[in-house]
């Protein structure tokens, strides 16, 4: 009877190693290109793992990136780490192996130079912010001004969160001017009815039809969710440009390593996938 | 059967060979191997903990203590915990009941179910939950038809953690009634009590402490429930920010709200076990 049993569970035991090895064989964040024939810029071949502590915001173009980093820099293996800038930089500074940081704001990335841990950052990308909607629209908002309306579900990101900062910053130049005024942002905030601890959480109540309305960054329009949502532009005026700074860590093991991935990101091959995805490019290219 | 009768033989060796159980374990490497293992297993839990309570002088943490976005925090924490256990024991025990006792096709699959939200990471938990009661949710688009919407109310938190909480109930409870000799039930029922009776009066006296401790787990979990609550719920102060969210978001910004957070939640968290251990006697 025991002999009987115990086949079935080796078997099942079995094909879920299998299914597992075969899943985690997909999932690296670089991904093996077979070039021929580039040859690599970096003079060391011994292999490298940069850990990468990127916002949240930045996942897409950063991936994108890494794809052609490899080509040119083949034994260089990058691990991203994105999260909201704020908890990057408590792990940094609680100790946490970072070999370059990129940060959405340059409030998370002054914490991080006022303890000492980076050298001097450089603004690699610029952001704006906009306002998002389910593309079923439930709530019906077809401007900005309907935002204020009673009921809405607006779902933003916490204060603490860069992009949480720059929409109250947004909604604070707006209820300034003479076209909004202040009842239009106190309307608007008392619509808030979730605060998410990163961007992409915004984004993902929206996309589920959740939230009437989410503030997000441009990029986070990303192909994948762009069939799912639409946009309410913000007008220049009102807008903010958040400025992302990029700096290597200077507890990095691999110094060089990290100087040589951020002059990438600076230079026209990285700016120009940053472009591609929605980022304004400082058109500081060092390349 | 098999253990009672193993049981049975061990105490009957102990008695005719006339050594007591403390005597069996005076060889002293088995004694210093135990010991070593437990204190460090003890320690290991109790450094973090005591950490967080040598960090801050009482004084920070009270003054800390009394910012509002820390009361509503609590008061919601221990309203919606309260709210999930007592819906984990109103419709886990029937479940519980049921899978002890009867034998029926499928019920394996029904046991692994019932335990499943407890191997899901919780944010996973959050996402099915959005998928089926969210306003275009498999059942959620009805429910928006007639007016209930369920994120980003209290109610939501409450349902995020019963589906994480509840199947540490429904197992220990399970077990407490599967140990439970079936011929008090069958002797009650001799007696002609009705299964109501017998089930309040006879059975659950019984089982009390597998009860208790199912309790005490199920609701420790729900007091510690983040993922699922914040990507179901949301997070807003007073609604649906409960003290996990709360020291999460507050250990971002401000550290000294968040160990204070983390303090009291500690400290209700030991009292309540504590008292649940107590009442089992």
């Known amino acids: 009877m025991k002999r009987q049993h115990r086949a079935p569970l080796v078997s099942i035991l079995i094909l879920l190693g299998l299914l597992l090895a075969a899943c985690g064989g997909g999932s690296t964040t670089t991904s093996g290109t077979s070039s021929s024939g580039s040859t690599p810029t970096t003079a060391s071949q011994a292999p490298v793992t940069l850990n990468i502590f990127a916002a949240a915001s930045l996942t897409e173009s950063f991936n994108a990136i890494a794809t052609q980093y490899k080509t040119a820099h083949p034994n260089v293996t990058l691990k991203y780490n994105f999260n909201g800038s704020q908890i990057l930089v408590q792990q940094i500074i609680n100790g946490a192996p970072a070999d370059v940081f990129a940060s959405a704001d340059t409030t998370n990335m002054q ?177 | 059967m098999e253990q009672s009768a193993r049981k049975e033989s061990v105490q009957h060796l102990t008695a005719v060979t006339n050594i007591s159980k403390s005597q069996r374990f005076t060889r002293w490497p088995a004694r210093l191997l135990v010991g070593v293992l437990a204190t460090l297993f003890l320690l290991f839990i109790g450094i973090p903990l005591a950490s967080l309570l040598f960090q801050e002088p009482p004084s920070a943490i009270w003054s800390e203590l009394q910012q509002p976005v820390v009361l509503q925090a609590l008061q919601l924490s221990l309203i919606t915990t309260t709210l999930s256990t007592l819906t984990a024991v109103v419709f886990g025990l029937p479940v519980a009941y049921v899978l002890a006792r009867y034998n029926f096709a499928g019920k394996k699959l029904l046991e692994t179910l019932v335990t499943l939200p407890t191997v899901l990471p919780p944010v996973v938990a959050g996402v099915a939950l959005l998928l089926t009661f969210g306003r275009m949710g498999l059942i959620g688009r009805y429910l928006d038809m007639i007016g209930i919407t369920i994120p980003f109310t209290t109610v939501a938190v409450v349902m995020a953690q019963t589906f994480v909480a509840a199947p540490f109930f429904v197992n220990s409870a399970k077990a407490g009634f599967e140990q439970l000799d079936r011929r008090y039930e069958q002797a009650a029922y001799t007696l002609r009590a009705s299964p109501f009776y017998t089930f309040f009066r006879v059975v659950l006296p019984l089982v009390q402490p597998a009860l208790l401790s199912g309790i005490g787990l199920s609701w420790a979990r729900s007091l510690g429930e983040f993922g699922a609550t914040i990507t179901f719920a949301g997070n807003f102060a007073g609604t649906t920010q409960t003290v996990p969210i709360a020291v999460y978001l507050a250990s971002e910004t401000d550290l000294d709200q968040a160990i204070a957070l983390a303090v009291v939640l500690l400290a209700v968290s030991f009292g309540l076990l504590l008292a649940l251990r107590v009442g089992r006697k």
């Open chain 1, 111 to 287: 914490k991080a130079t006022a303890a000492g841990l980076v050298t001097t950052p450089k603004v690699f990308a610029q952001n704006k912010i906009t306002v998002v909607i389910p593309a079923g629209n439930p709530g019906n908002i077809t401007s900005l001004k309907d935002l204020a309306k009673k009921g809405e579900k607006i779902v933003v990101a916490a204060p603490a969160v860069p992009v949480g900062k720059y929409g109250l910053q947004v909604l604070d130049k707006m209820g300034k001017s003479p076209q909004y005024g202040p009842a239009y942002e106190s309307a608007v905030k008392a619509n808030f009815v979730s605060q998410e601890d990163n961007v992409k959480a915004v984004i993902q109540k929206v996309q589920l039809g959740e939230a009437d309305a989410g503030i997000v960054y441009r990029t986070d329009v990303t192909t994948a969710v762009a069939n799912k949502v639409k946009l309410i532009e913000i007008p220049d005026n009102f807008n903010v440009i958040a400025q992302y700074p990029i700096a290597t860590v200077k507890s990095s093991k691999n110094a060089a390593a990290a100087q040589d991935f951020v002059q990438y990101i600076l230079s026209s091959g990285g700016q120009t996938v940053l472009e591609k995805y929605g980022f304004i490019s400082t058109g500081s290219s060092g390349s």
